[in-house]
């Protein structure tokens, strides 16, 4: 999260469509008052339902809604594009978006805003259906009739009928992307086809169980992209982007990175780092433009998971906040508002990040596991003065879970908690895992939240109590709260334990588990070890002798190592942090020697190594001469 300036959701983002080009559609009269049955399976009969009103292959009508939601109605709360319920209608007006991002919108967004077809999907599924908007947004069934009608409309104009042959109605699913680009709207109909040829089956939040069969005869007529009217975008040698994510390059501001050589000049790459861009994905992008802030690698667009690349691999970009953490890491911004308006992450933005980490995974060598590929909000704070405004970005909703899975690499196992010593993975889920948090004007950038409001919603971390109960006071990390108690607000990551995340047990009470976390013993809600999966092969440190051991945000060289002419940067510990004797943490990677570069292309490697460690909900450093490591 970097952007500084806030503007509405996709204003800058031209539409396939046409003012009077929603052609209306006739129901098939024999499916009319089809009724849908109630239980698990509502949806899955809603989404027949809509396939024969409208006379769409099932499996299209799926296949699209999965890569919108992952079928998810998300209880009628909106999308980092103004999108809701399975089909994703977009509802981008002032009214749908009171407080939430429209708060910051201006008269001239306004006006992009109402010119803007493909922001309003969810009005022109109300003029096809006859529905009323706010049915459309939150009767899940509604929502997939919309979606339906909207579907069979764009198919009517590409072929003049909808044919049984799912493969004929490639042209349809491109436009329901909403991307004017080709690229987009062809990695989009890509991602639904190949849903198509390898099917799908989940358990929605509200416990739906919807699936589709595979269909790998599917035949697809890509030739109907030329009816669309779809913009071209020339490929850039610059851009680096695996083959299936519509990826175009443009460039940051020079001042908001240093042009490097990595790997090549030494400096690793070992870590990936999620952000969300608190902004749309326009206005990201033109940020990173300005001189003066940062930048990311990549920026990703919520509605069709297309993909902005604005600094080459090779340089660093300014967007973690740490230097060091700069230095060995690729950023990559989703179009998305931690903590309002955009409460969740669409499956097509889930999928195009997966291939892209994918991608770099291969050419870097970077591991696909938690240590590696982080959030903004589980960055080091460099230095004391700078932990407690870190940032906490993508947040609580960023399916951490879902997301490793994608990658091949699930966190999750058989859940359980081992003895006291042995390491565990916090895996709480996500859909079922319902974290109660507070929402407060200083958390939403948009300036739309008066005042504090709790919502339930779900979530990605474990609350962590000084104590083994739910009374008991939440931990407060000590560089936010110096001392006090911590808090349910969404943006008080030091009191959270979050999926993927690994820990030493440091005792069992009952229904609870604790934790050896930021140099305490905190607790959290573990029955069974319904919350957690053990963790074997990974390596464990605690302190050499009787002392405590310095925490680090930073991997610098000491001061004498640096040539002359090169000014050295501080190397101090985290004045807040220690390991104290007889507590263990996992270290997420082997220890690595410190290092920094300059702009010269100077790189200095000092001779001392450090450990990264999973410290609290976030890593921090430690020396390793001062630790004692062991297996797990």
């Known amino acids: 999260m970097l952007v500084a300036r806030h ?44 396939a024969a009103k409208y006379r769409i292959p099932a499996e299209v ?8 939601s992952a079928w998810d109605a998300h209880l009628g709360q909106m999308s980092t594009s103004g999108g809701y319920g399975p089909m994703h209608l977009t509802d981008v007006t002032p009214a749908s978006l009171a407080g939430g991002p429209a708060g910051a919108v201006g008269r001239a967004d306004l006006a992009a805003m109402s010119k803007d077809p493909s922001l309003h999907t969810l009005q022109a599924a109300a003029k096809l259906t006859g529905l009323s908007p ?3 947004r939150d009767d899940p069934a509604a929502n997939i009739e919309g979606g339906a009608a909207l579907l069979a409309s764009y198919q009517q104009t590409v072929t003049g009928g909808r044919p049984s042959d799912a493969g004929q109605w490639y042209g349809a699913v491109a436009r329901y992307s909403g991307s004017s680009q080709k690229r987009g709207a062809t990695a989009f109909a890509d991602r639904v086809y190949a849903t198509i040829r390898t099917g799908a089956a989940r358990t929605t939040l509200d416990g739906q169980r919807v699936s589709m069969s595979a269909d790998r005869k599917v035949r697809l007529a890509t030739g109907q992209l030329s009816t669309l009217s779809l913009t071209g975008v020339a490929a850039s040698a610059a851009t680096e982007c695996p083959p299936e994510v519509s990826c175009t390059f443009v460039p940051a501001a020079s001042s908001n990175g240093q042009v490097s050589n990595r790997p090549d000049n030494g400096i690793r790459i070992d870590t990936i780092v999620i952000h969300d861009t608190e902004s749309s994905y326009e206005a990201a992008i033109s940020t990173f433009q300005n001189p003066g802030g940062g930048a990311a690698h990549y920026v990703m667009r919520s509605s069709d998971g297309a993909v902005t690349q604005m600094v080459p691999t090779k340089d660093i970009a300014f967007h973690a906040g740490n230097y060091s953490t700069n230095l060995h890491s690729i950023g990559i911004e989703h179009e998305g508002y931690a903590a309002h308006g955009g409460t969740w992450y669409t499956e097509a933005q889930y999928e195009a990040t997966a291939s892209l980490v994918r991608y770099l995974s291969d ?5 696909l596991d938690r240590e ?28 951490w879970e879902h997301f490793m899975n994608l990658l091949g690499s ?12 042995s390491a565990v993975t916090i895996t709480p889920g996500f859909t079922e895992n319902q974290q109660t948090v507070q929402i407060c004007p200083g958390d939403d950038p948009t300036g739309a939240t008066p005042a504090c409001t709790g919502q339930q919603q779900s979530s990605n971390f474990v609350f962590l109590r000084t104590a083994p109960g739910d009374t008991a006071p939440l931990f407060g990390d000590q560089a936010i709260h110096k001392g006090g108690a911590g808090t349910d607000r969404i943006s008080d990551w030091g009191s959270t334990a979050q999926a993927g995340q690994q820990f030493v047990v440091a005792d069992v009470d009952g229904d609870w588990t604790a934790i050896w976390y930021s140099g305490a013993k905190v607790w959290f809600y573990n029955p069974g070890g319904v919350n957690t999966t053990p963790a074997y092969g990974v390596t464990l440190v605690s302190a050499a002798g009787a002392a405590s051991v310095a925490v680090y945000g930073s991997s610098y060289p000491d001061r004498a190592e640096y040539p002359a002419g090169l000014s050295p940067s501080t190397q101090a510990p985290i004045s807040y942090y220690t390991v104290p004797a007889g507590q263990a943490y996992v270290a997420t990677r082997p220890p690595a020697n410190t290092d920094d570069y300059f702009t010269s292309g100077a790189v200095v490697t000092g001779a001392k190594q450090m450990y990264t460690i999973q410290y609290n909900h976030r890593v921090a450093l430690v020396y390793s001469a001062d630790v004692t490591a062991s297996g797990s």
């Open 134 to 136: 706010a049915r459309l």
């Open 61 to 68: 009508l799926l296949a699209v809604a999965y890569q919108e």
């Open 410 to 421: 699930p966190v999750a196992g058989e859940r359980g908690v081992g003895p006291v010593g």
């Open 7 to 50: 503007r509405l959701m996709g204003l800058a983002a031209a539409s396939v469509l046409t003012a009077g080009a929603l052609t209306a559609v006739v129901p098939a009269t024999a499916q009319a008052g089809t009724a849908v049955p109630s239980g698990p399976d509502t949806q899955q009969h809603a989404f027949a339902a809509a």
């Open 363 to 367: 050419r870097f060598g970077i591991p």
């Open 372 to 399: 590696h590929i982080i959030g903004h909000d589980n960055v080091a704070g460099p230095n004391s003065s700078l932990v407690a405004g870190m940032h906490w970005d993508p947040g609580t909703s960023w399916d």
